[in-house]
């Protein structure tokens, strides 16, 4: 095993402390302009390390060749450069707690906030390692630069030892992942790998090859305007209606905090509007397709039973696909997947397999034909102020990179 901690730690720190937060309101690609940052300081750092064919395409995904010395696959590796609209992410000041003493975790720009090993038991694991955070008001964007600074880490390494033996890997940093928008339709074949890993996953051992299957649906309520005191008999309140629709919906089933393990949920997202019309967003989400169409369904009869109290009032429900659970494709080859679990073996390393409560860009990838697990970065409490990761971790998932691409060249 090679000595990452210093290289890891150093990369982690400059890349969380530039602001690269997404967004999901902006319709340009990639959302944010300041995510260009980070995305040419990666592309800079590439060529100056000696990848090959660097670019950063119209679409903002830096893209590159780490040349291989023997015959194999073509294997990618891919991590997202944005950090998550869920909470704060600007003014990002990382900090390293060297040799963690396995008390709480105090936050210098919040004395309220706290980190425990009692409330995380996984910290308590981590005796002895180098702890990153961010500094109490910000998350601290390991989620998902822990997994850039894996794969630049592990890239570094091969591009100075040119007598490793390594099949040909290609690199990706996407912008717009936790926005569901980091796989443009022009990936897989700019990519160019028979199949690829996201390093955007949590705990040391977990190798997932198991996402939510998504779909996304509006709603939009019309009722009928006219001024309040002309309104007896004719107004029709498209808010009651709406209002209506939410509470007809289950509230102690199928939303996303009354669920776990393998639920699926119907999560109201948003409801905007007024008396005269509202528009209400939401999110399905299932592992299995007719349980998806079971809660799309489910969201079609309660709109259509709220219309029929009220037929003047016009009522719709457009339902989208998102995204599909990649098991349905990697089942059918599940090399990726094993290619990972017996490296992760020959590190020690027990592989877990969590069906994803989400979806990550390999499941978009999957479905297009390029099969993509999601590998451990180590990072916990992600999109908020207690956010960590332990620098050993990290240095463990750069060890499981080496090794998938010393397997993946027989
Ligand atoms: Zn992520």
Redesign the pocket.
Known sequence: MSDFNSELETRLVRYAAIDSQSDADSPSAPSTAIQHALLDLLKSELEEIGAQDVVKTDYGTVIATIPGTVPGPTVGFLA?VDTAPQFNATGVKPRVIKGYNGGAITFPDDPELTLTPEEFPYLAEKLGHDIVTASGLTLLGA??KA?VAIIMTAARHLLQNPDIPRPTMRVAFTPD??IGRGVDARLPADLGADFAYTF?GGAVGEIEYESFSADGAVVMVKGVSIHPGLAKDKLVNAAHLASKIVMTLPHVTLTPETTDDRDGFIHLTDMNGGSSEMRLKFILRDFELDGLEAKGALLRQVCDAVAATEPRAEITCTITSQYRNMRYWLETDMTPVDLARNAARELGVEPVSVPIRGG?DGSRLTEMGVPCPNLFTGMQN?HGPLEWVSVQDMALATDLCLSILRRAGG
């Open positions: 997202h989620d998902d997994g992942e936790e955007d990550t992600i």
